[in-house]
């Protein structure tokens, strides 16, 4: 079954007197483990696509649904909890806590959700090793190169082993090289874990290395 699914869905942003449609009866499925890209031009929908799959908006029309289930769009509580426990997320800037170190960032997650010490560093010790950072464990993120840090944040996103993770442009601020390497690191990670991963990217050198590709334009998958 699909991790995450859109189901006819429509999405208009209204701005002052413009009425702007971002989304225009949009289906997509994700399996698990899959590695999805979206593409397409500036302001085509790939975000409002994120931000509906990881339930930070709701549709206007249409049904998002969470391995097979629909996810009630009024609960917010509901929301709140499965964003909590099935989704990760990685952002183009990466977003690690500046004052901690490498192996705390990666903690987090799961000292916010209450797991065991014992647990936690086990956990945190393979998902380190599993993105090659074992010996940074102990340096803060400044210390690090941009492909390492972005290394740290898909170990932060896979620690609390979620179905989907979220990311919008997550190579944008990395060289060529980099930007492949990370790539590749998410779509080994995703299947390794299960874990499918929905990206958004201008990278058309990215493309070919993606178990799927989307392109979108004016709010519609072509
Ligand atoms: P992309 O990520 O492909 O650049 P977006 O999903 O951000 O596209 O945007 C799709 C359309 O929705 C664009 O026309 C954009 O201007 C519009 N849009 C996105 N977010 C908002 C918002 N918060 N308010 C008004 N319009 C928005
Ligand atoms: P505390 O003193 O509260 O245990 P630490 O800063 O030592 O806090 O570590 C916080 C968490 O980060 C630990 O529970 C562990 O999961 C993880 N951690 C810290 N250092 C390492 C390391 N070198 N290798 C793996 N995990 C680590």
Known sequence: ???????????????DRHVV??????DLAVRAGELLALTGPSGSGKSTILN?????DTPDEGAVHLGGVEVPPGDEA????????????????FNLVPVMTVAENVDYPLFLAG?????????????LEAVGLQDHADHRPDALSGGQRQRAAIARALVKRPRLVIAD??????????ATQVLDLMRER???EGAAFVIATHDSRL?????RVLALRDGRLQ
């Open 1 to 15: 079954g699909a991790v995450v699914e859109l189901r006819g869905v429509t999405k208009t942003y209204r701005l």
């Open 21 to 26: 449609p971002a989304l225009r009866g949009v």
């Open 52 to 56: 509906l799959c990881g339930l930070i």
């Open 78 to 93: 509901e929301r709140t909890r499965l964003r909590r426990d099935a989704l990760g997320f990685v952002f183009q800037s």
């Open 115 to 127: 797991v065991g010490a014992k647990e936690r560093r086990a956990r945190v010790a393979a998902q």
């Open 169 to 178: 442009e997550p190579t944008a601020s990395l060289d060529s090289v980099t």
């Open 190 to 192: 995703g299947h390794a």
């Open 207 to 211: 493309t070919d290395r993606c178990d």
